[in-house]
Nanobody, 116 residues
């Protein structure tokens, strides 16, 4: 079994920054991709950003230029650096992992609230 544990969410004012962290553990033989999804209240869960093979990053248009997945992290970890946060970034953020065999795993979610 694979477990994903997220941390770093919280309350921040508009224009502020937060850094989310996710650590994966368990029976992981290979990782194809890791990343972050978010689900605002009453809406569907959508991709925020991901990194494939440890080097290729992909971002939703709404976060380009503000959010970054750093490269060169420790094995089985992924971060999300969020800058210039806006109220519309408020959501539950979920860590996601796709193994080399194509299995998908999710974290429990961490709340990010952007409000003055």
């Amino acid at each position: 079994q694979v477990q994903l544990v997220e941390s770093g969410g919280g309350l921040v004012q508009p224009g502020g920054s937060l850094r989310l962290s996710c650590a994966a553990s368990g029976s992981i033989f290979s990782i194809n991709a890791m990343g972050w999804y978010r689900q605002p209240p009453g809406k569907q869960r959508d991709l925020v950003a991901d990194i494939t093979s440890g080097v290729m990053t992909n971002y939703a248009d709404s976060v380009k230029g503000r959010f970054t997945i750093p490269r060169g992290n420790a094995k089985n970890t992924v971060y999300l650096q969020m800058n210039n946060l806006k109220p519309e970034d408020t959501a539950v953020y979920y860590c996601w992992l796709k193994t080399g065999l194509g299995n998908n795993y999710w974290g429990q979610g961490t709340q990010v609230t952007v409000s003055s």
